[in-house]
């Protein structure tokens, strides 16, 4: 699907705007099944709207203009689902990853060829706020560099557990990953990216296989993983029935849902 694009005041890097997003949607889902009616994961409702309108309306408001999105599981469904959904102003290429049961490194590597130059990384799974993503594309992007956002609110996590965490030193990740212990931040899933994102997860390719996280401690070592606090801003991973429930909480009390335009907004 192409469409022509609009002329939002965007980021740029070096002068030049950054309008792609590329949106990881191949998984299957499975912690949420008994909720998703057997649809993929991506197309749950949340407050009547699914989790990839969501993300896609958000990351439209922030200035986005084109979208590459990696589906797998149920890719016919997922295809027909965006082949129906348009919006004036937005280009949509769908890339399908038929190895969507690998780590989600690989879904990435995958959209390589489809990206032109410097784009916004965004989980399918992710709701935030578009003021969220607006302010990580007002980042300056060194080339070679990786920005992640991360939510340094401690104690405002639903799920410790599932949550990836982050060690920064001086503006800068250093660890990553769901089990490090010493950590001052969560990795909320929102990336700004140079194309050095696919040469750090080839590299961190074993057995054909490799996590996003891989790739990010890659980066981190060398001093390329940037981290931008995102302040008060508010994002839920929706990953399992209770964290489901949850972010329906959160919009009851706090998210006219008039349309996706809204801002969420945690308690």
């Not at 191949?26 to 949420?32: E, F, L, P, T």
């Not at 027909?80 to 590597?109: C, F, M, R």
């Not at 990384?121 to 706020?129: G, K, P, T, Y």
Request: hydrophobic share 40%; glycine share 10%; aromatic share 6%.
């Amino acid at each position: 699907m192409k469409g022509t694009k609009h002329s939002s005041s965007l980021r740029r890097r070096g002068g030049r705007k950054i309008h792609e997003c590329l949106i990881l949607a191949a998984g299957n889902g499975s912690r949420i099944v008994s909720l998703s009616g057997g649809l993929p994961k991506p197309l749950v409702k949340v407050k009547g709207q699914s989790l990839l309108e969501h993300v896609m309306l958000a990351a439209r408001d922030a200035g986005i203009d084109r979208f590459v999105v990696v589906v797998g599981y149920g890719a016919g469904v997922m295809r027909a689902w965006l082949d129906n959904w348009s919006l004036q102003g937005i280009s949509i290429t769908v890339v399908e990853n038929p190895d969507y049961h690998k780590d989600n490194g690989i879904s990435v590597l995958k959209a390589h060829r489809y990206l032109e130059g410097p784009f916004l990384l965004l989980m399918a799974d992710h709701i935030f706020e578009p003021d969220m993503a607006r302010a990580l594309l007002r980042q300056p992007l060194i080339e070679g560099d990786v920005i992640l956002a991360v939510d340094s609110k401690l104690n405002r996590i639903f799920d410790l557990d599932d949550a990836t965490k982050v060690r920064r030193e001086g503006g800068h990740v250093v660890d990553i990953g769901k089990q490090i212990t010493a950590y001052d931040g969560y990795d909320t899933g929102m990336f700004l990216c140079s194309a050095r994102i696919f040469d750090a997860l080839e590299s961190a390719t074993q057995g054909g296989n490799c996590s996003l996280s891989d790739g990010m401690r890659l980066l981190g070592k060398t001093g390329s993983l940037r981290a931008f606090d995102i302040g008060k801003a508010a994002w839920q991973d929706v990953d399992t029935p209770e964290a489901l429930a949850h972010a329906e909480t959160i919009l009851d009390r706090q998210f006219r849902h008039a349309s996706l335009h809204d801002v969420i907004h945690h308690a």
